[in-house]
Nanobody, 126 residues
Framework: QLQIMESGGGLVQPGGSLRLSCQAS????????IAWFRQAPGKERDGVSC????????EYADSVKGRFTISRDNAKNTVYLQMNSLKPEDTGIYYC???????????????????WGQGTQVTVSS
C-alpha cells in the first residue's frame, strides 16, 4: 500500500510561484511512477507531470512545459512540483498519484495509478 498526502497549495497572483509536495510512504513498488494531475472547476482531471522511481525520467503536459518542474527526494519519500509563471488557467485541485509502472507514452492515463491523495487547491488570481 502507498499512502499519499499533498501539501503546498494556496492562493497566488498571476506570474507567481508555488511548490507542491507529495509525500508518498509505504510500498516503493507502487511509487515507480508518481504523477501530478489537476482538475479545474467544471473540467475533467488531466495529467500535469510525472516522474519515475529514481527521478531520471520526467514528462510534462504541453501546457506546463518550461514553467513547471517535477523532482523527487526518495530519502524523504517526497515528490515536488515547482510551479513558476503561474496563470489563472492553472487554477484547480492538484492530485498526486502513484503506480507500479512508468509508461512514457501513456502516463496521463489515470488507470495506471492505484493510489491517490486527497488533493490540494491551487488558485491563481489577482
Amino acid at each position: 500500500q502507498l499512502q499519499i498526502m499533498e501539501s503546498g497549495g494556496g492562493l497566488v497572483q498571476p506570474g507567481g510561484s508555488l511548490r507542491l509536495s507529495c509525500q508518498a510512504s509505504g510500498s516503493s513498488r507502487d511509487s515507480n511512477i508518481i504523477a501530478w494531475f489537476r482538475q479545474a472547476p467544471g473540467k475533467e482531471r488531466d495529467g500535469v507531470s510525472c516522474i519515475n522511481g529514481d527521478g531520471t525520467r520526467v514528462e510534462y503536459a504541453d501546457s506546463v512545459k518550461g514553467r513547471f518542474t517535477i523532482s523527487r527526494d526518495n530519502a524523504k519519500n517526497t515528490v515536488y512540483l515547482q510551479m513558476n509563471s503561474l496563470k489563472p488557467e492553472d487554477t484547480g485541485i492538484y492530485y498526486c498519484a502513484g503506480g507500479p509502472y512508468f509508461a512514457r507514452s501513456v502516463w496521463p492515463n489515470q488507470a495506471l495509478y492505484d493510489h491517490w491523495g486527497q488533493g490540494t487547491q491551487v488558485t491563481v488570481s489577482s
